[in-house]
T-cell receptor, first 112, second 116 residues
Framework: AQSVSQHNHHVILSEAASLELGCNYS??????LFWYVQYPGQHLQLLLK??????LVKGIKGFEAEFIKSKFSFNLRKPSVQWSDTAEYFC??????????FGKGTKLSVKP | SAVISQKPSRDICQRGTSLTIQCQVD?????MFWYRQQPGQSLTLIAT?????????ESGFVIDKFPISRPNLTFSTLTVSNMSPEDSSIYLC?????????????FGPGTRLTVL
């Protein structure tokens, strides 16, 4: 069965620090990959997605992710975080039924 | 993107009762899903809501406990039956597709359920 692992449970950064959140998936075939964000008290929002093509994907709010097939990874990055990026981030892979299989999530706290 | 609303947004229920959660989408969509997000946990798929046929349940979830209806392409309900405190969770509806959003999934605001 497909699975997604996120390496960090809780990341604490100061504003302007660079961010990289790890995500590895288990499936070796064609994958559709996603990063979602959940701000405090809000519902899940799509940050970015990868289906095919350029492995470096740019999303909203300055986030990007790189798909590295050989490493089964899809890490999320942002060069300079802001306090408003405090949220929980979920990596997901599309399952065979069209559903999403989520990692456990990473809580990001950005100190002003 | 698809706009999804859920009712109720939250509820506190007594053990042994049932709650039906509604999910309404502003456009016709092919795929609708129900997820559960237990406190401090990630999202887990409960079932795929199929229009005009029985829902497809994931391992660990059964129709008697979580009956689902999907009468058309814009609406679905999830019932949490004979509730226990372990059912306290956020229940989310999600859809794939909608206007100009093939292969993207959008999530509703969730229903926060507390069972006493």
């Amino acid at each position: 069965a497909q699975s997604v692992s996120q390496h960090n449970h809780h990341v604490i950064l100061s504003e302007a620090a660079s961010l990289e959140l790890g995500c590895n998936y288990s499936y070796g075939g064609t994958v559709n990959l996603f990063w979602y964000v959940q701000y405090p008290g809000q519902h899940l929002q799509l940050l970015l997605k990868y289906f095919s093509g350029d492995p470096l994907v740019k999303g909203i709010k300055g986030f990007e992710a790189e798909f590295i097939k050989s490493k089964f990874s899809f890490n999320l990055r942002k060069p300079s975080v802001q306090w408003s990026d405090t949220a929980e981030y979920f990596c997901a892979v599309r399952g065979s039924q069209g559903n999403l299989i989520f990692g456990k999530g990473t809580k990001l706290s950005v100190k002003p | 993107s698809a706009v999804i609303s859920q009712k109720p947004s939250r509820d506190i229920c007594q053990r042994g009762t049932s709650l039906t959660i509604q999910c309404q989408v502003d456009s016709q969509v092919t795929m609708m899903f129900w997820y559960r997000q237990q406190p401090g946990q990630s999202l887990t798929l409960i079932a795929t809501a199929n229009q005009g046929s029985e829902a497809t349940y994931e391992s660990g979830f059964v129709i008697d406990k979580f009956p689902i209806s999907r009468p058309n392409l814009t609406f679905s309900t999830l019932t949490v039956s004979n509730m226990s405190p372990e059912d306290s969770s956020i229940y989310l509806c999600s859809v794939e597709g909608g206007r100009r959003a093939y292969n993207e999934q959008f999530f509703g605001p969730g229903t926060r359920l507390t069972v006493l």
